[in-house]
Nanobody, 114 residues
Protein backbone atom coordinates (compact mmCIF):
# COMPACT_ATOMS: atom_id res chain seq x y z
CA UNK A 1 0.00 0.00 0.00
CA UNK A 2 1.33 3.41 -0.97
CA UNK A 3 1.13 5.75 2.00
CA UNK A 4 2.11 9.39 2.50
CA UNK A 5 1.89 10.90 5.97
CA UNK A 6 2.48 14.62 6.38
CA UNK A 7 3.30 16.23 9.72
CA UNK A 8 4.77 19.39 11.21
CA UNK A 9 1.91 21.83 10.77
CA UNK A 10 0.68 24.16 13.45
CA UNK A 11 -0.09 27.73 14.44
CA UNK A 12 2.61 30.28 13.75
CA UNK A 13 2.76 34.07 13.73
CA UNK A 14 3.38 35.99 10.50
CA UNK A 15 7.08 36.00 9.74
CA UNK A 16 7.59 32.70 11.52
CA UNK A 17 8.84 29.36 10.22
CA UNK A 18 7.68 25.76 10.08
CA UNK A 19 9.19 22.58 8.69
CA UNK A 20 6.83 20.02 7.22
CA UNK A 21 7.76 16.37 6.79
CA UNK A 22 6.16 13.62 4.72
CA UNK A 23 7.01 10.01 5.43
CA UNK A 24 6.47 7.74 2.44
CA UNK A 25 6.02 3.99 2.34
CA UNK A 26 4.91 1.26 -0.03
CA UNK A 27 6.99 2.34 -3.01
CA UNK A 28 10.61 3.10 -3.99
CA UNK A 29 10.58 6.70 -2.81
CA UNK A 30 13.82 7.77 -4.49
CA UNK A 31 12.52 6.87 -7.95
CA UNK A 32 9.60 9.27 -7.93
CA UNK A 33 8.97 12.98 -8.22
CA UNK A 34 7.31 14.42 -5.12
CA UNK A 35 5.21 17.52 -4.57
CA UNK A 36 3.72 19.62 -1.83
CA UNK A 37 0.25 20.95 -2.57
CA UNK A 38 -1.97 23.08 -0.37
CA UNK A 39 -5.64 23.82 -0.14
CA UNK A 40 -7.11 26.74 1.76
CA UNK A 41 -10.76 26.70 2.86
CA UNK A 42 -13.04 27.43 -0.08
CA UNK A 43 -10.19 27.42 -2.59
CA UNK A 44 -8.75 24.96 -5.07
CA UNK A 45 -5.51 23.06 -4.68
CA UNK A 46 -2.25 24.85 -5.40
CA UNK A 47 1.00 23.07 -6.17
CA UNK A 48 3.48 24.81 -3.89
CA UNK A 49 6.66 22.97 -4.79
CA UNK A 50 7.98 19.91 -6.57
CA UNK A 51 11.22 17.97 -6.51
CA UNK A 52 12.09 15.37 -9.08
CA UNK A 53 13.95 12.13 -8.52
CA UNK A 54 17.19 13.86 -9.47
CA UNK A 55 16.70 16.68 -6.98
CA UNK A 56 15.61 19.39 -9.39
CA UNK A 57 13.11 21.74 -7.77
CA UNK A 58 10.16 23.91 -8.76
CA UNK A 59 8.38 26.57 -6.72
CA UNK A 60 5.15 28.47 -7.19
CA UNK A 61 5.71 32.19 -7.53
CA UNK A 62 3.82 32.84 -4.32
CA UNK A 63 6.41 30.94 -2.24
CA UNK A 64 9.63 31.32 -4.19
CA UNK A 65 12.43 32.58 -1.98
CA UNK A 66 10.58 31.65 1.21
CA UNK A 67 10.02 27.88 0.93
CA UNK A 68 12.61 25.15 0.34
CA UNK A 69 11.74 21.61 -0.68
CA UNK A 70 14.14 18.74 -0.06
CA UNK A 71 14.17 14.98 0.22
CA UNK A 72 16.09 12.33 2.12
CA UNK A 73 15.81 9.15 0.10
CA UNK A 74 17.50 7.08 2.79
CA UNK A 75 14.71 8.06 5.19
CA UNK A 76 11.88 7.98 2.60
CA UNK A 77 11.05 11.49 3.70
CA UNK A 78 10.08 14.70 1.91
CA UNK A 79 10.49 18.08 3.60
CA UNK A 80 9.22 21.61 3.16
CA UNK A 81 11.01 24.38 5.04
CA UNK A 82 8.72 27.39 5.19
CA UNK A 83 10.15 30.75 6.25
CA UNK A 84 8.66 34.24 6.48
CA UNK A 85 5.18 32.78 6.61
CA UNK A 86 2.23 34.96 5.67
CA UNK A 87 -1.47 34.66 6.56
CA UNK A 88 -2.19 33.69 2.95
CA UNK A 89 -0.01 30.58 3.44
CA UNK A 90 -2.66 29.18 5.80
CA UNK A 91 -3.95 25.91 4.36
CA UNK A 92 -3.89 22.17 4.68
CA UNK A 93 -0.61 20.96 3.17
CA UNK A 94 -0.39 17.57 1.46
CA UNK A 95 2.44 15.63 -0.06
CA UNK A 96 1.70 14.01 -3.37
CA UNK A 97 3.23 11.73 -5.97
CA UNK A 98 2.18 10.06 -9.20
CA UNK A 99 2.29 6.27 -9.28
CA UNK A 100 -0.02 5.27 -12.14
CA UNK A 101 -2.39 7.77 -10.57
CA UNK A 102 -2.10 10.73 -8.24
CA UNK A 103 -1.52 9.70 -4.65
CA UNK A 104 -2.15 12.32 -1.97
CA UNK A 105 -1.60 11.58 1.67
CA UNK A 106 -3.22 12.88 4.80
CA UNK A 107 -2.52 16.57 5.17
CA UNK A 108 -1.21 18.77 7.93
CA UNK A 109 -2.82 22.10 8.85
CA UNK A 110 -0.78 25.30 8.78
CA UNK A 111 -2.32 28.40 10.31
CA UNK A 112 -0.49 31.72 10.09
CA UNK A 113 -2.09 34.25 12.38
CA UNK A 114 -1.23 36.79 15.03
Amino acid sequence: DVQLQASGGGLVQPGGSLRLSCLASGFTFGNYDMSWVRQAPGKGSERVSRINSGGRTYYAGSVKGRFTISRDNAKNTLYLQMNNLKPEDSAVYYCETEIETTVRGQGTLVTVSS
